[in-house]
């Protein structure tokens, strides 16, 4: 199988990618910057494989640089649209500017991704996006963040129905997963750790990996009769109703 991975040198792309390789699969990596990709996997052991591993280094948002990616790719089975950027910031002030890259790179990107892989994807394929759950949840100062995930899961749900039942397309909404994105919003003092962990039913932050499985049970046959869905791995935050202020009685 060869699957293209936007952003797939950092964060939640690099643990599809290192999965993806681990698992025997040819992967065709798409990051603004790619230099570090053999590094990081040899930190990881993953020395072998890296053989199956081709890295485009460019923006997304450029369609030739996805275009380079599907050349590259010489059939594409699969697709992990997960770059993506977070740029929180008060509605009133905030710049237009911001607003129109937070658009161009998570969700048009996303979908020119889609129609340049169109002419390359193999019968069967499966097309998947991270999403956020701030696709379906309200957060202060992230409209235009919110605006991008909603987008997004309009987006699979539509070119799920357009194109099957020869592609699959579905989305990934992770929770809290602790990756430079999120590093840089700690850092700005957007979101608090703590309060983050007292939230989530399951008692820890989100790994990469935790994503990467999902993403890799959509990619695979195992998910052949699911299309159009928005898969929440959130470790139960959006199930939870009342918060931290919920203590009832656990058996
Ligand atoms: P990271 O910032 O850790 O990794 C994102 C990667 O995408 C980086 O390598 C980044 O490159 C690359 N990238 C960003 N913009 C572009 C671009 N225009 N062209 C090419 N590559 C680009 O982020 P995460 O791994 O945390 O996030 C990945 C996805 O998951 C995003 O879509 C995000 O919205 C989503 N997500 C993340 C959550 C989290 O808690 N971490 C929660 C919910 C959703 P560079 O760093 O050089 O800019």
Do not use: H
């Not at 390789?21 to 990051?31: I, K």
Request: charged share 20%; net charge negative.
């Amino acid at each position: 199988m060869t699957v293209i991975v936007t952003g797939g040198a950092r964060g939640i792309g690099l643990a599809c990618t290192r999965q993806l390789l681990e698992r025997g699969e040819r992967v065709v990596v798409v990051d603004q910057d790619v230099a570090p990709l053999d590094r990081t996997l040899q930190e990881f052991r993953l020395t072998e494989g890296l053989d199956r591993l081709v890295a485009v280094s460019g923006d997304v948002a450029d369609t030739s640089v996805l275009s380079e990616a599907c050349e590259l790719a010489r059939g594409v089975d699969g697709v992990v649209a997960c770059a993506g950027i977070s740029r929180p910031g008060p509605t009133l002030t905030y710049p237009r500017g911001a607003w129109d890259a937070m658009i161009e790179i998570n969700l048009s990107a996303v979908f020119e991704t889609f129609r340049v892989a169109l002419p390359v994807f193999t019968e069967g394929a499966s097309f998947v996006a991270i999403s956020s759950i701030s696709g379906s949840q309200g957060f202060s100062g992230r409209a235009a963040y919110s605006a991008t995930k909603a987008g997004v899961e309009g987006l699979v749900r539509s070119l799920a129905i357009e194109y099957a039942p020869r592609i699959r397309v579905n989305a990934v909404s992770p929770g809290y997963i602790m990756t430079d994105l999120v590093r840089q919003n700690l850092s700005r003092g957007v979101i608090d750790e703590n309060e983050i962990l007292d939230r989530t039913p399951m008692g820890r932050w989100g790994e990469a990996s935790d994503i990467a499985d999902a993403v890799e049970f959509l990619l695979s046959p195992k998910s052949s009769w699911i299309t159009g869905s928005v898969l929440t791995v959130d470790g139960g935050w959006t199930a939870l109703g009342l918060g931290g202020s919920d203590r009832a009685p656990r058996s």
